[in-house]
């Protein structure tokens, strides 16, 4: 793991590294209480990275208001990571497809359970490296991630028993209801109703497959990128209270 | 109105009255801040009554934690009321259908219809008796109710424009998809997923059938009875949000 830049604003330290050739952003109270420190993994959009503002919103806020530790790093052929040849022809194949009159639902399950093939080992290494460092430490983990994601979360989440507690959502059953059915931690499930991209039957069958006792499903009206605000307040209070030592 | 008597407990003052031949309690901080309260109907469920330990635990956290006002009065057949012959038929009658093998949901969602219309106009009339009074006043309202309290509640809430945000759920749409298309306040709608007595997509379409912009689902895991404690905090945040003065 090496650092590349360190900076502080309003509180929080952000550390800006590379593990191996990922890149990634570490965020930490700058005033740090003892370690270890809850550590939330976020997981970006498609398309976006690791210093999307949605992210960086949400670790400030996961750094100042539950003095958590959080982190994200780029998925690939995203942010700071070269161009995957395959996932680009994939994409290319898809759109050509959805235009000519297919769901592009299935299609976006496959290309999530393909990438997910490379970030699951990643996410875990990120881990390990993470939690080595004396400001952080080993303590409880969580993960947060929609969309793009969830579709990687849910292998993720299933794979890694470090994983106390997750905030998943705007994904379908399509590609990840067997690894739903082996996550067992309490999730936090977001859905909007009227999602264009994922199918409102494939958000509630995901929602439906998680083997989980306590698993709460927030459905909102509005499209994918709709969730309201509010949604955000109840996220931190999830991991705040799931992810207490 | 006539009160029958006072206590108080926590900070929390209990009046219990009639209205009519209507008996209820009124629950209202005992150290008053200044009126108008928000005043909060609270609707018991089947087989309950305006005391139920549900309803009391509910109503005391909104006096002390909030500092609204909340009522809740016995709907006919319930509590201190006399039964009604029709209903014990109806229930009697719809015993032996669901015996035979038919579906309960449309029977319940008949009934419900049937005690409507009574409740409707008796809680109208709560609503005017209690913000005459000088230590409620004339505030914003609001209306929970779940199961009996949802299928009653969706009919008040929808003819009654005094209200400005409503808890429902644990109900379907068998009975009240149009009045909850005139439904068009915040809603906060409570799903048991595997709920016994309300089919998952009856559920699902009563919350799809309301007008509100903001709307939010929350379903969890469990029968019709084991709604998590954690979504009473979740309800007095939203009430606290809504009602506002």
């Known amino acids: 793991m090496r650092f590349l830049s360190a900076t502080s604003s309003d509180g929080v330290r952000e550390q800006l590294f590379t593990l191996d050739d ?7 109270p700058e005033a740090a209480p003892a370690a270890p420190l809850p550590l939330v993994l976020l997981g ?15 670790a400030h806020r996961l750094v100042r208001e539950c003095g958590h530790a959080a982190v994200c790093v780029d998925v690939p052929a ?26 592009p639902a299935p299609l976006i399950a496959a290309f999530h359970a393909l990438v997910a093939r490379r970030t699951v080992p990643e996410w875990r290494a990120v881990l390990d490296a993470v939690r080595r460092l004396d ?9 947060w991630g929609v969309s793009l994601g969830c579709g990687l979360g849910v292998p ?13 959502g705007l994904g379908g059953a399509l590609a990840s209801s067997e690894a739903a059915a082996r996550i067992t931690v309490p999730v936090r499930f977001l859905l909007q109703w009227h999602d264009e991209r994922v199918p409102r039957d494939q958000g509630l069958a ?18 994918h990128a709709e969730v309201p605000p509010s949604e955000q307040d109840g996220t931190l209070r999830f991991f705040a209270r799931h992810l207490a030592r």
């Open 44 to 58: 970006h959009g498609g398309g976006r990275h690791k210093k999307d503002p949605e992210v960086l919103a949400l």
């Open 206 to 223: 995901l929602y439906d497959a998680l083997a989980s006792q306590q698993k709460t499903l927030h459905a909102n009206p509005g499209g």
């Open 22 to 28: 990922i890149p990634g952003a570490l965020w930490t």
């Open 156 to 168: 993720f989440v299933a794979a890694e028993p470090r994983v106390r507690a997750a905030v998943l």
């Open 78 to 103: 995203h942010g700071d990571r070269p161009k995957v040849e395959e996932y680009d022809r994939l994409a290319a194949e898809n759109q050509a497809r959805v235009a000519a009159g297919e769901e």
């Open 135 to 143: 400001h952080v430490g080993a303590g409880p983990v969580g993960y």
